[in-house]
């Protein structure tokens, strides 16, 4: 999941954080398991923790144990899932793939030059979706908060009066035996060490901290390994002497507020100092922007490709604008050329678009501003700066019934769903991709 291995991963603690790792601790959290086999350093006891535990819930190389439930025969055997095209990168790796140093974002073709007999399977993300909605309404009855981080990542925080390390095996009992995923548990005091604490025993591990713990572990780690601390954070900080977070901790706040400004200096002293309380948020936050990307099998060359691809991106960035409620402000259009330099250009418009049309126009507009003169292998279109749309605004159906962003149907193409809508008839994006105007006439609803 991180670019850069833990420590224990490899064989290795900076300074005292080795010594003070596995040290006794308060009998509630002391609890560690890996590979489901446990290490208790202390008895559980049934008596509360004084300080409030986190738990993040990670399910072990989601995607791959979804196709392993729907195909025991993959089971053992080195899996990735991806696209099958020349440009495909892998979406996740079996461990099994991971021992011959396949991870996700490789190339596909790179992976299979490592193994020749890798599995490859197709992403199949609404099933994926299905799964994840089961196996955490399965862990929302152990929760008093649960807040979804992921398709495969939640935080929870477990009711009063109940033992954290119980709660966290029982969790993953019950995800093994309900809907056979195997998923690892981290426990900790707050969000970050929950979830430095989870990847220190994946796969299939619980881990429960005590607070004495956590700081020895933080303080051990290369900042790069840190959840939130990117390439460019750490790059920066290298600049500056800082390799590990006991590094960073001896940085002045003033420094580092005038490096990186208010927050996120403020952020990096918080962190070296184990000092982040976020809570766990049951309310889903609102999406930031909605965005498409698509890498193309071939690069695209001429202007007749280039319109055909920005407008389909437009019809199915409008739908997803439609499913959300909410009117977007500033749009981007983003390409890279076939030499990976990767140039955007962003536009919030007077009036945003009111139609497919409108907003494939807007994108045609920006992408003739890049002024691209290289063979282009990707391309990308997103929306941002949402505000609520009201009641007034909202599509509302025309004198036919048919309203934009509605399920049709048409006896020779099959599903689709309305895109924009004239007096007569209705443009629509079939599920096979294509793009009709039909006559209303000749549509149902789905």
């Known amino acids: 999941m991180w670019r850069r291995g833990f420590p224990h991963h490899r064989g290795c603690l900076r300074g005292v954080a080795n010594q003070q790792l596995f040290s006794t601790a308060p009998p509630v959290l002391s609890a560690t398991i890996r590979g489901g086999m ?40 080195p899996l990735v899932v991806a696209g099958e095209g020349p440009r495909s990168v892998v979406a996740a790796a079996s461990y099994e793939a991971r021992s011959y140093g396949i991870h996700s974002a490789m190339p596909l073709s790179a992976a299979r030059r490592r193994f020749s007999s890798l599995v490859v399977r197709p992403p199949r993300h609404a099933r994926y ?16 908060d649960l ?13 009063p009066h109940t033992d954290p390390s119980r709660t966290a095996h029982r969790i993953q009992a019950a995800v093994r035996d309900r809907h056979g995923i195997s998923c690892s548990v981290g426990g900790a005091s707050n969000k970050l060490m929950a979830k430095i604490a989870c990847e220190t025993v994946k796969p299939g591990g619980v881990r429960v901290m005590a607070p004495h713990q956590e700081l020895p572990l933080l303080l051990a780690l290369d900042v790069g390994d840190v959840p939130g601390i990117g390439a460019a ?12 977070v006991a590094d960073l901790a001896e940085l002045p706040e003033d420094e580092l507020l005038e490096r990186f400004g208010p927050a996120r200096g403020g952020w990096l002293y918080a962190v070296a100092r184990n000092e982040l309380f976020d809570p766990v948020n049951s309310t889903p936050s609102p999406t930031k922007s909605i965005s498409l990307a698509e890498t193309y099998p071939t690069d695209l060359t001429t202007s007749a490709e280039m319109a055909a691809a920005l407008e389909d991106l437009a019809a199915r960035l409008w739908l997803r604008i439609i499913d959300d409620g909410r009117t977007p402000s500033t749009f981007t259009v983003t390409a890279r050329t076939s030499d990976f330099v990767t140039r955007s250009r962003s536009t919030t418009p007077a009036a945003p678009p009111r ?19 290289q063979p282009t292998r990707l391309l990308g279109l997103s929306a941002e700066r949402f505000r609520t749309v009201t009641q007034a605004t909202l599509p509302f159906p ?27 008839s209705a443009l629509v994006r079939f599920d096979d991709g294509s793009q009709l105007s039909i006559l209303k006439e000749f549509l149902r609803p789905a």
Do not use: C, W
């Open 38 to 77: 446990a290490h208790d350093t202390n008895t559980p006891s049934a008596t509360a923790p004084k300080t409030p535990v986190v738990l993040l819930v990670d399910l072990d190389a989601f995607f791959v144990s979804v196709e392993r439930l729907d195909d025991p025969r993959l089971v053992g055997v």
């Open 355 to 373: 139609s497919s049309a409108e907003l494939a126009q807007l994108a045609h507009r920006l992408l003739d501003d890049l002024d691209v003169a």
């Open 398 to 424: 025309d004198e036919d019934g048919f309203v934009p962003g509605q399920e049709v149907y048409h006896a020779k193409f099959g599903r689709g769903r309305v895109l924009d809508l004239t007096s007569d």
């Open 233 to 244: 954070t750490a790059a920066r900080l290298a600049e500056l002497g800082v390799e590990t």
């Open 129 to 144: 979706r299905e799964v994840s909605e089961q196996v955490f309404d399965t862990v929302a009855g152990f929760a008093a």
């Open 147 to 159: 807040e979804r981080a992921s398709i495969d990542e939640a935080y929870l925080t477990v009711p």
